[in-house]
C-alpha cells in the first residue's frame, strides 16, 4: 500500500516523518530496492542497511520481527521504544518507579489531607506495574498474554463489584471506576495483542467475552451502572460474532464465509438480546431505546447476510443486489404483522427494510434483468403498506411496479409496449368506473390515474423516439378523447392526464417544423415576436392573473 501511494499526485506534498527511517534490505531484493527510491521520490531522509554485508543487523532485523512469534515472542520486544542494538531493555525500572508513585499518592493525604482525592490514581499505575511485569520476567507470549487477560478480569469485575454496592464513599467509588477504566485498557490491549496468532485469537476473544459478561451480569446489582452493563454486554457478543468470524478463518474458509458466519452471529445475539429486554426488563425509554436499537441491528444484519451469502457462492454484484432487496422487501411487508410493540416496532423494520431496498436496487441497477425483478418486489413490499396500513403507498407502489414492467420491456428489445399495457390500463378502468360507481365520493385521481398513466405514459415514452407517424397520431387521438371526456365530464384526472399527453405528443411531431420555421425566419423576428408577447402578456398581466384563478377555481370544482 505504501508503494501504491507513490503514485498519487499529492504524495511529494507529504510532510516527511520527525522520527529516524532504517531501511533494511540487499541488492537483489527488489522490494526494498522500490521503498528506496519511493523515499528518495518523496524527499524523506533515510537510513540503509546491508543485510548481506551486516551480520549483527541480520540479527538484530530478526528479534525486531519477533514481537509477535509465540516461540520466540515476548512483551519486552513492544516495549523496545530505544532501539539500541540487539539488547534486551529490561522494565523492572518503569516497574519500580510506577510503584513507588502509587506509594507516593496513597501516603501524600497523610501530610495533605486536601490530596485524599487523588488516591484512585494509584491503581492506575499499579495496574500498570502489574502490565509490565510479564516483560520483565522475559515469560513467553502465551504466559504474557494470559497475564494480561487475569489482569484485566480481576481488576474489572473487582472495580464493577465495588461500584455495585450502596454504602461505598467517594473515594471508594472513585477507585472503582479508575479500576473499569484501567481493566477496560488492559482488556483491549490483550485483545489486540492477539490477533498475532490465530490460536491465541481463538482463545482469547472468548475469554474476554465471558469477562465482560461477568460485568454485565454484576452491572445489575445497581441501577447506575446500566450503561456500564449495556456497554459489556454489546461488546461481549461484538466479540463472540469476532470469534465466530475467527474460527471460520482458522478452519481454511475464504473472506465471504468469514463474513457470513460473523453476520449470522451478529443477528442471532442481537435478536436474542431484543427479546431478553423485551421479556425481563422494565418497559422505561431507556430499555425501549435498547430493545428497539438491537431489533434494528439484528434486522440490517439480516439484510447484510443475505449480501454475504450471495458473495459467498460467487454471485455478481447484480445478484447480491436482488438477494438485498428480497430480504429488505420481506422486511417491509413483514412490518405490517399485527405484533406487539413491546416486541417489534414497524418503523424500524421499514427504515431498515426501506434502506435495503434503496441499496438493492443500485447494486441491480447494471444489470436489467434483475433489476425488473427487483423493483416488482419492492412494488409488490410497498403495495402490502397500501393495503394494510395506509392507502397512500399505493401511490409510490404503482410507480415501482409501472417501472419495474418497463425495465423488463426493454431489457426484451420490445418496441409495442401497447401490448402489455394496453390491456391491463383497461381492466384497471374497469375497476376505477366500478368502484367510482359505488362510491361516488372517490375522487377521479384515486379512480382513474393508474390506468390513464398505464395506458398513455409507456406509448408516449415511445412516439417520442419513433420515427414513424401512425403511432404518434394515434396516441394524440386517444389523448384528445381522453381530454375531451375529463372537460364533458369535469374530472379533473383524464383533463390533466389527456391534456399534458396531447401538449407533450404535439410539441414532439411539430419540434422539427417549429425548428425549420426558426432557421427560416430572419432572428429580428424572433426577437420582436418575443418582445411583442412579453408587452401583451404585461399589458394585459391582471386580466391573465384573473383568469387563472378562474382556471384553478373550474379545476378545484372538478372531481
Same mark, same amino acid.
Given at each position: 500500500?505504501?508503494?501504491?501511494?507513490?503514485?498519487?499526485?499529492?504524495?511529494?506534498?507529504?510532510?516527511?516523518?520527525?522520527?529516524?527511517?532504517?531501511?533494511?534490505?540487499? &541488492?537483489?531484493?527488489?522490494?526494498?530496492?522500490?521503498?528506496?527510491?519511493?523515499?528518495?521520490? $518523496?524527499?524523506?531522509?533515510? %537510513?540503509?542497511? @546491508? *543485510?548481506?554485508?551486516?551480520? %549483527?543487523?541480520?540479527?538484530?532485523?530478526?528479534?525486531?520481527?519477533?514481537?509477535?512469534?509465540?516461540? /520466540?515472542?515476548?512483551? &519486552?520486544?513492544?516495549?523496545?521504544?530505544?532501539?539500541?542494538?540487539?539488547?534486551?531493555?529490561?522494565?523492572?525500572?518503569?516497574?519500580?518507579?510506577?510503584?513507588?508513585?502509587?506509594? +507516593?499518592?496513597?501516603?501524600?493525604?497523610?501530610?495533605?489531607?486536601?490530596?485524599?482525592?487523588?488516591?484512585?490514581?494509584? $491503581?492506575?499505575?499499579?495496574?500498570?506495574?502489574?502490565?509490565?511485569?510479564?516483560?520483565?520476567?522475559?515469560? =513467553?507470549?502465551?504466559?504474557?498474554?494470559?497475564?494480561?487477560?487475569?489482569?484485566?478480569?480481576?481488576?474489572?469485575?473487582?472495580?464493577?463489584?465495588?461500584?455495585?454496592?450502596?454504602?461505598?464513599? &467517594?473515594?471508594?467509588?472513585?477507585?472503582?471506576?479508575?479500576?473499569?477504566?484501567?481493566?477496560?485498557?488492559?482488556?483491549?490491549?490483550?485483545?489486540?495483542?492477539?490477533?498475532?496468532?490465530?490460536?491465541?485469537?481463538?482463545?482469547?476473544?472468548?475469554?474476554?467475552?465471558?469477562?465482560? =459478561?461477568?460485568?454485565?451480569?454484576? /452491572?445489575? &446489582?445497581?441501577?447506575?451502572?446500566?450503561?456500564?452493563?449495556?456497554?459489556?454486554?454489546?461488546?461481549?457478543?461484538?466479540?463472540?460474532?469476532?470469534?465466530?468470524?475467527?474460527?471460520?478463518?482458522?478452519?481454511?474458509?475464504?473472506?465471504?464465509?468469514?463474513?457470513?458466519?460473523?453476520?449470522?452471529?451478529?443477528?442471532?445475539?442481537?435478536?436474542?438480546? /431484543?427479546? #431478553?429486554?423485551?421479556?425481563?426488563?422494565?418497559?422505561?425509554?431507556?430499555?425501549? +431505546?435498547?430493545?428497539?436499537?438491537?431489533?434494528?441491528?439484528?434486522?440490517?444484519?439480516?439484510?447484510? %447476510?443475505?449480501?454475504? $451469502?450471495?458473495?459467498?457462492?460467487?454471485?455478481?454484484?447484480?445478484?447480491?443486489?436482488?438477494?438485498?432487496?428480497?430480504?429488505?422487501?420481506?422486511?417491509?411487508?413483514?412490518?405490517?404483522?399485527?405484533?406487539?410493540?413491546?416486541?417489534?416496532?414497524?418503523?424500524?423494520?421499514?427504515?431498515?427494510?426501506?434502506?435495503?431496498?434503496?441499496?438493492?436496487? !443500485? #447494486?441491480?441497477?447494471? @444489470?436489467?434483468?434483475?433489476?425488473?425483478?427487483?423493483?416488482?418486489?419492492?412494488?409488490?413490499?410497498? !403495495?402490502?403498506?397500501? *393495503?394494510?396500513?395506509?392507502?397512500?403507498?399505493?401511490?409510490?407502489?404503482?410507480?415501482?411496479?409501472?417501472? =419495474? =414492467?418497463?425495465v423488463r420491456l426493454a431489457d426484451a428489445h420490445v418496441d409495442t409496449p401497447e401490448a402489455y399495457t394496453v390491456p391491463p390500463a383497461l381492466l384497471l378502468l374497469?375497476?376505477?368506473?366500478?368502484?367510482?360507481?359505488?362510491?361516488?365520493?372517490?375522487?377521479?385521481?384515486?379512480?382513474?390515474?393508474? #390506468?390513464?398513466?398505464?395506458?398513455?405514459?409507456?406509448?408516449?415514452?415511445?412516439?417520442?423516439?419513433?420515427?414513424?407517424?401512425?403511432?404518434?397520431?394515434?396516441?394524440?387521438?386517444?389523448?384528445?378523447?381522453?381530454?375531451?371526456?375529463?372537460?364533458?365530464?369535469?374530472?379533473?384526472?383524464?383533463?390533466?392526464?389527456?391534456?399534458? +399527453?396531447?401538449?407533450?405528443?404535439?410539441? +414532439?411531431?411539430l419540434a422539427p417544423y417549429l425548428v425549420a420555421v426558426y432557421d427560416a425566419v430572419p432572428r429580428w423576428v424572433t426577437i420582436g415576436v418575443v418582445g411583442l408577447?412579453?408587452?401583451?402578456?404585461?399589458?394585459?398581466? %391582471?386580466?391573465?392573473?384573473?383568469?387563472?384563478?378562474?382556471?384553478?377555481? /373550474?379545476?378545484?370544482?372538478?372531481?
Amino acid at each position: 500500500m505504501v508503494l501504491g501511494s507513490s503514485y498519487s499526485p499529492y504524495a511529494r506534498r507529504l510532510a516527511p516523518p520527525r522520527i529516524p527511517v532504517v531501511v533494511y534490505g540487499t &541488492r537483489w531484493c527488489a522490494q526494498s530496492q522500490m521503498v528506496r527510491r519511493y523515499l528518495e521520490r $518523496l524527499g524523506v531522509p533515510y %537510513e540503509y542497511v @546491508d *543485510l548481506e554485508r551486516d551480520p %549483527e543487523a541480520v540479527r538484530r532485523l530478526q528479534w525486531l520481527t519477533g514481537a509477535w512469534s509465540a516461540e /520466540s515472542g515476548s512483551a &519486552r520486544r513492544l516495549l523496545d521504544l530505544t532501539g539500541t542494538g540487539g539488547t534486551v531493555p529490561t522494565a523492572w525500572p518503569s516497574i519500580a518507579a510506577l510503584c513507588l508513585l502509587a506509594a +507516593v499518592v496513597l501516603a501524600a493525604p497523610l501530610l495533605l489531607r486536601r490530596l485524599a482525592p487523588g488516591r484512585p490514581l494509584a $491503581l492506575p499505575l499499579v495496574a500498570a506495574a502489574g502490565w509490565l511485569t510479564p516483560a520483565s520476567l522475559d515469560a =513467553s507470549y502465551p504466559v504474557a498474554l494470559a497475564s494480561d487477560l487475569v489482569l484485566a478480569t480481576v481488576l474489572l469485575l473487582a472495580a464493577t463489584y465495588a461500584l455495585g454496592r450502596r454504602a461505598a464513599t &467517594r473515594v471508594a467509588t472513585t477507585t472503582a471506576w479508575a479500576g473499569v477504566a484501567a481493566g477496560s485498557a488492559v482488556l483491549a490491549m490483550a485483545v489486540v495483542w492477539s490477533l498475532a496468532v490465530d490460536v491465541a485469537t481463538l482463545v482469547a476473544l472468548p475469554s474476554a467475552a465471558v469477562t465482560l =459478561s461477568g460485568v454485565a451480569a454484576l /452491572s445489575t &446489582r445497581a441501577a447506575r451502572l446500566r450503561s456500564v452493563g449495556t456497554a459489556a454486554a454489546v461488546v461481549a457478543g461484538l466479540l463472540l460474532v469476532a470469534e465466530s468470524g475467527a474460527i471460520t478463518r482458522y478452519a481454511g474458509a475464504g473472506w465471504p464465509a468469514v463474513w457470513s458466519v460473523g453476520l449470522a452471529a451478529l443477528v442471532g445475539l442481537a435478536t436474542a438480546g /431484543s427479546a #431478553a429486554v423485551s421479556l425481563r426488563s422494565p418497559d422505561t425509554s431507556y430499555w425501549t +431505546v435498547t430493545r428497539r436499537a438491537l431489533a434494528a441491528v439484528a434486522a440490517a444484519g439480516l439484510v447484510a %447476510e443475505a449480501a454475504a $451469502l450471495s458473495w459467498w457462492r460467487d454471485v455478481e454484484v447484480a445478484g447480491q443486489g436482488l438477494a438485498v432487496v428480497a430480504v429488505a422487501a420481506a422486511l417491509v411487508a413483514m412490518s405490517t404483522l399485527p405484533v406487539p410493540r413491546r416486541f417489534l416496532e414497524p418503523l424500524d423494520l421499514r427504515l431498515v427494510g426501506g434502506t435495503g431496498c434503496a441499496l438493492g436496487l !443500485a #447494486a441491480s441497477a447494471v @444489470d436489467a434483468d434483475r433489476l425488473w425483478v427487483a423493483l416488482l418486489l419492492t412494488g409488490v413490499a410497498v !403495495a402490502v403498506l397500501g *393495503l394494510r396500513e395506509d392507502a397512500r403507498w399505493g401511490w409510490p407502489a404503482s410507480i415501482l411496479l409501472t417501472a =419495474s =414492467s418497463w425495465v423488463r420491456l426493454a431489457d426484451a428489445h420490445v418496441d409495442t409496449p401497447e401490448a402489455y399495457t394496453v390491456p391491463p390500463a383497461l381492466l384497471l378502468l374497469g375497476f376505477g368506473l366500478l368502484r367510482r360507481h359505488r362510491d361516488h365520493q372517490i375522487g377521479s385521481w384515486a379512480a382513474y390515474s393508474p #390506468a390513464l398513466l398505464l395506458g398513455l405514459v409507456p406509448s408516449l415514452v415511445r412516439a417520442v423516439t419513433d420515427p414513424g407517424s401512425t403511432r404518434p397520431l394515434l396516441l394524440g387521438l386517444a389523448a384528445l378523447a381522453v381530454l375531451a371526456v375529463g372537460v364533458a365530464r369535469r374530472l379533473q384526472a383524464p383533463l390533466v392526464v389527456g391534456g399534458v +399527453v396531447l401538449a407533450v405528443d404535439a410539441v +414532439v411531431q411539430l419540434a422539427p417544423y417549429l425548428v425549420a420555421v426558426y432557421d427560416a425566419v430572419p432572428r429580428w423576428v424572433t426577437i420582436g415576436v418575443v418582445g411583442l408577447a412579453l408587452v401583451g402578456a404585461g399589458a394585459t398581466y %391582471e386580466r391573465r392573473v384573473q383568469d387563472l384563478r378562474r382556471v384553478a377555481r /373550474s379545476m378545484s370544482d372538478m372531481a
